[in-house]
């Protein structure tokens, strides 16, 4: 809605911060943080989303394969 009338596109930014403020630990690779529900809430995201963006850590450290799971 926001990008027919606003001419903009939507963007959604998705953060997992432990309960020490951590967003992973370091050489760990992929660390889980979320639990099953927001893991589906984040797959319906995906699959309404034109696009999603990683960082190269991300990318580098996870290889991730930001599919849709559902």
Not at 3 to 32: N, W
Not at 36 to 41: C, G, H, N, V
């Amino acid at each position: 809605l926001i990008r027919s009338l606003k001419k903009r596109p939507e963007v959604i930014l998705k953060l997992a911060l432990s309960k020490d403020g951590k967003i992973g630990m370091e050489g760990e690779g992929q660390v889980s943080i979320t639990g099953d529900i927001a893991r589906r809430e984040v797959y319906l995201m995906r699959a309404e989303a034109d696009g999603i963006l990683i960082g190269i850590g991300t990318a580098l450290e996870d290889d991730p394969a930001l599919t849709v799971r559902l």
